[in-house]
């Protein structure tokens, strides 16, 4: 999934928030013998599966198990990003139990399939503490992996999705405008705090939650890359709607650091917003 704030597509010279997707489900299940050996017959196709404005996902009945054949769109990745590093990335947290299991990757990464979790969850996470629990665990888990993955530069995100905007020649947003620079400062005053790095999933959504209240997953590892760990837990707060005390409970962090953090994935999402109201 992505709906907010990191997905764009670049066509040409002009960069676009995407919903293109070029490549059909047919053309990657006439190679299901090469997805896994355990695979006696063709998977059929049960129905589409929600997801953002980047990947289109299907849902596959087999032999082994319902799969998701997700279709990748073009340019959906962060500036500076690679498939090969939300592959690794993936391919780790699965070891580790905190996302589904990778079931085949295209060797030209046009599409991959992986295991389907069915999902069964109430429908205000933020409300059941069962829950909660276990997403600041599972977000845990991911900043403590030990792979090897690019590592994302937040101001060149902003002024990337600033170049989208202003290329449309079209009235600026004066709100957006007047925290740019404000934005900035705080984003550089977070990065010379000493906050924690590691590994961050960059989209813990709700949506990217699935499971039971005993047990979850997080799915979509498209964005995640080294970073602040602190940006997580500002997105899981703004998201799902955590209180402030819950957040320094949970995490430790110090209320003025989840602070900065929260105003900078905010504007982040604004931004995204902006690009997505004008397309």
Request: aromatic residues 8%; charged residues 15%.
């Amino acid at each position: 999934m992505s709906s907010l704030p990191w997905s764009v597509i670049s066509n040409g010279g002009t960069t676009y928030a995407t919903t293109a997707r070029s490549l059909q489900p047919e053309y990657a299940l006439e190679n299901w013998r090469q997805w896994s050996a355990n695979l006696g017959s063709r998977p059929v196709l049960a129905g589409t599966l929600s997801g953002g404005r980047s990947n289109q996902s299907y849902l596959l009945k087999s032999d082994i198990g319902y799969l998701v054949l997700r279709i990748n769109g073009k340019g959906s990745l962060l500036p500076g990003a690679n498939r090969n590093d939300e592959i690794n990335i993936w391919k780790a947290a699965a070891k580790q139990g905190i996302a589904p299991a990778l079931v085949h990757v295209d060797p030209e990464n046009q599409y991959l399939v992986s295991v389907y979790i069915n999902s069964n969850l109430p429908p205000q996470p933020q409300l059941n503490d069962a829950v909660v629990d276990q997403a600041f665990s599972l977000l845990e888990s991911c900043h403590q992996l030990d792979v090897e993955a690019s590592s994302i530069n937040y101001l060149s995100h902003i002024e990337h999705y600033w170049q989208i905007i202003e290329a449309k020649n079209q009235a600026i947003n004066i709100d957006l405008s007047n925290q740019r620079k404000p934005i900035q400062q705080t984003l550089n005053s977070l990065l010379n705090s000493n906050t924690p790095t590691g590994i961050c999933h960059h989209d813990p959504v709700k949506a990217n939650f699935v499971g039971t209240p005993e047990r979850l997953y997080l799915i979509d590892w498209e964005y995640a890359a080294n970073g602040l760990q602190i940006m997580d837990y500002a997105a899981l707060a703004t998201e799902w709607q955590i209180d402030d005390a819950t957040m320094h409970a949970q995490t430790g962090f110090d209320l003025d650091l989840l602070t900065m953090a929260r105003a900078i994935y905010t504007y982040l999402r604004a931004l995204w917003q902006e690009i997505v109201d004008d397309t």
